[in-house]
């Protein structure tokens, strides 16, 4: 299994403020993903972080609106810039590995933006 | 990756075996089909994947038919934390990333 742990895990914030968000692994993984989980819908993949390198980004993501950092292998941020409502989700850090590539995930950071 | 189809929404009496059909009639031969969950509130939860042959473990039992062209998750005795949203999808374990359909809301009755 994998621990991930992510900080805040839930926040309220001002509309066209940025929320900088911390997901922390117990191991070195080379992939760290974050998902975005909006009211009443499943999961969407944002971005894949590799360390050293830009994050890929998924179609209706871009690295303006979520800029993403992974300085090493065991740590990523995302940030979510100028929010609006429509920003209000859950953000989730993930991670795969092991036997069988299982993802893991961090138990999520509840964004409502007014 | 194979699309898969889910029913919205089953319940199941406590106690009871729920049973949770998943169709992946595209899934290609490198494919594993992988279920998770995800109780309100919180980061989704392996449960348990298979290839072909049948797998269980503490948590479930997959069965996959003869075809693979569907699959079945058995919660042998469903209890109220059972309840929960559940995603099968179909997946090369040599993936990277891992995408989520819309899943079946599984609501144990007590």
């Known amino acids: 299994s994998a621990v991930i742990s992510q900080k805040p895990s839930r926040d309220i914030c001002q509309r066209g403020t940025s929320l900088t968000i911390q997901c922390q692994v117990d191991s070195q993984v080379t992939m760290m993903f974050w998902y975005r989980q909006q009211p009443g819908q499943s999961l969407t993949l944002i971005a894949t972080a590799n360390q050293g390198s830009e994050a890929t980004y998924e179609s209706g993501f871009v690295i303006d609106k979520f800029p993403i950092s992974r300085p090493n292998l065991t740590f990523s941020t995302l940030t979510v810039s100028n929010m609006s409502p429509e920003d209000s989700s859950i953000y989730l850090c993930?991670?795969?590995?092991?036997?069988?590539?299982?993802?893991?995930f961090g138990a999520g950071t509840r964004l409502s933006v007014l | 990756d194979a699309k898969t189809t889910q029913p919205p929404s089953m319940d199941c009496a406590e106690g009871r075996a729920a049973n949770l059909p998943c169709n992946h009639s595209t899934i290609s031969g490198n494919e594993y089909v992988y279920w998770y969950r995800q109780i309100h509130s919180q980061g989704p939860q392996y449960i348990i994947h298979?290839?072909?042959n049948n797998e269980t473990n503490e948590m479930a039992s997959l069965i996959i038919t003869e075809d693979r062209k569907s699959s079945t998750l058995i919660l042998p005795h469903a209890t109220l934390r059972d309840t929960a949203v559940y995603y099968c999808?179909?997946?090369?374990?040599?993936?990277?990333?891992?995408?989520f359909g819309s899943g079946t809301r599984l609501l144990v009755r007590p």
């Open positions: 999808i179909a997946d090369r374990d040599s993936s990277y990333k891992l995408i």
């Open positions: 298979g290839l072909k």
């Open positions: 993930s991670v795969r590995r092991g036997q069988g590539n299982i993802q893991y």
